[in-house]
Every structure is written in structure tokens, then in C-alpha cells.
């Protein structure tokens, strides 16, 4: 029997987003997933048609759409850019202001367990520009008092991109060949478990309220067994 939850997801074209939304509408925990963003997807799966709602609005005026952000009782941000694809203040931009006023939003109109995915090396005063930026947006977060709030350390998140990114691509070539045969857990998030990870973490009882979870954590909570009873259905047809 379905949940009567409804999840909302902001970040839903990238690679990440894509992988979480996956899990999202293969579940039956989840009645409804919105899809908050810049732009319409027309998808083709049937599934995905009924089971999600998509609400177009313009990051740079997001305090225009509180409704937006409205009927969700968890939100999952996998909003994020590079420094390389927008410059220093788009990047700033995107992963400190969106975020925060995504957040902000969110907790205005409701939102009970807000799941943001942030990085390994998050650090509010580290030197390097990555890392301190995705820091400040965890310490800005930490302090809107969500009933609930999950946040995400992957490492290299490991995945075949439809973006182009030629140095990360010659660095997953590189950790596939060598380290996470070695040491799996070690440096490399593959994007099937931090998918599974944030998904599963959503009815994992007993938890803090604020909560920072590293690249291991991400592995043991992909491992969990939590079934709906379409994935009971999958699993006995595959026995």
C-alpha cells in the first residue's frame, strides 16, 4: 500500500537528481514527487508522468514562489554547479543562495525532513573556494531548525555524465581502474548508492535531528532493506 507522502525535489536534471528521482517514482512510499526547477521535462515513462508534478520557477526571484515549495512533506536539494561550468559567482550563486532560499522556502511552507546533498571536504573555513562555499550553505541550514535535517557527504560521485567534463572523466577512468576495486568506500560514491542512500534515510528511524553523513554512512544505508510492495513484488518475480 502506498504512503500518503508527498517528496519534492529540487535539482532533478542533474545526474544526481536524475538518479534520486529514479528511486523516487519506483517506489510506492512516495504517492506524488514535485519537481521544482527551471525548466519542463517531457518524460516518456508513464510512471514518471503519473507520479510526478512539475512547477517551473526563476531562481533569481524565488521568494515569488512560496507556492512552489508548498504540499511536501520531505525535500530532497540536489541543486548544484561547478566553478569550471559557472564561474566564481555563479557558483557561489547557485550552491549558497538557491540553496538557502530553497531551503528557506521549504521550511515556511511546511517542509519536515529537508535532505541536501553537499560534498565530502564541506568546510565553512577552508581555503579552498568549493569546499567553503559548500560549508557555509550546511552551517546556514543547520540553522533553520528543521525538524529534520540530512546532510550528504559524497566523494567522487561516480557516474557516466551527459555533461561533458573531461578532467573528471579521466578521474573516474583512473578510480574505477585502481582505488575502488581496492577500497570501494574509500575516495569514490558510485550514484546508484547515494541514490539509494538519501531515498532509504527518509524512513530511517531514530535519528538526530541534524545529521552529517560521510561517504561510509552513505554505503551502509544503500545496504538497508527497507521494501515497498512494489520492490516485493520485483524481488519475488526475480526468486
Known amino acids: 500500500m502506498s504512503e500518503d507522502l508527498i517528496?519534492?525535489?529540487?535539482?532533478?536534471?542533474?545526474?544526481?537528481?536524475?538518479?534520486?528521482?529514479?528511486?523516487?517514482?519506483n517506489s510506492n512510499k512516495f504517492k506524488k514527487i514535485i519537481l521544482v526547477?527551471?525548466?519542463?521535462?517531457?518524460?516518456?515513462?508513464?510512471?514518471?508522468?503519473?507520479?510526478?508534478?512539475?512547477?517551473?520557477?526563476?531562481?533569481?526571484?524565488?521568494?515569488?514562489?512560496?507556492?512552489?515549495?508548498?504540499?511536501?512533506?520531505?525535500?530532497?536539494?540536489?541543486?548544484?554547479?561547478t566553478r569550471g561550468k559557472s564561474g566564481v559567482e555563479g557558483f557561489r550563486r547557485v550552491d549558497f543562495d538557491y540553496i538557502v532560499g530553497v531551503a528557506?522556502?521549504?521550511?515556511?511552507?511546511?517542509?519536515?525532513?529537508?535532505?541536501?546533498?553537499?560534498s565530502q571536504g564541506a568546510d565553512s573555513h577552508s581555503l579552498f573556494l568549493y569546499n567553503k562555499v559548500k560549508g557555509q550553505t550546511e552551517t546556514a541550514l543547520t540553522q533553520m531548525s528543521f525538524e529534520?535535517?540530512?546532510?550528504?557527504?559524497?566523494?567522487?560521485i561516480m557516474v557516466d555524465r551527459t555533461e561533458h567534463r573531461p578532467l573528471e572523466n579521466f578521474a573516474q577512468t583512473i578510480m574505477r581502474n585502481t582505488i575502488?576495486?581496492?577500497?570501494?568506500?574509500?575516495?569514490?560514491?558510485p550514484i546508484d548508492i547515494l541514490a539509494r542512500a538519501m531515498y532509504l534515510n527518509s524512513f530511517t528511524k531514530d535519528r538526530p535531528s541534524i545529521e552529517i553523513l560521510d561517504n561510509h554512512a552513505l554505503f551502509r544505508l544503500?545496504?538497508?532493506?527497507?521494501?515497498?510492495?512494489?520492490?516485493?513484488?520485483?524481488?519475488?518475480?526475480?526468486?
Open 7 to 25: 517528496a519534492l525535489l529540487t535539482g532533478y536534471t542533474g545526474e544526481s537528481g536524475k538518479a534520486l528521482l529514479k528511486e523516487l517514482v
Open 37 to 81: 526547477g527551471r525548466r519542463h521535462v517531457d518524460y516518456t515513462d508513464n510512471e514518471y508522468k503519473n507520479k510526478t508534478e512539475q512547477r517551473q520557477i526563476d531562481f533569481e526571484k524565488i521568494d515569488d514562489y512560496p507556492e512552489a515549495f508548498h504540499g511536501a512533506d520531505t525535500h530532497f536539494c540536489c541543486l548544484g554547479t
Open 104 to 118: 528557506r522556502l521549504a521550511k515556511q511552507e511546511g517542509c519536515k525532513h529537508f535532505h541536501l546533498l553537499s
Open 148 to 156: 529534520r535535517l540530512s546532510i550528504y557527504r559524497p566523494a567522487l
Open 180 to 189: 575502488q576495486r581496492i577500497a570501494p568506500e574509500w575516495i569514490t560514491t
Open 222 to 239: 544503500s545496504q538497508q532493506q527497507t521494501f515497498t510492495t512494489k520492490e516485493q513484488s520485483q524481488a519475488t518475480n526475480k526468486s
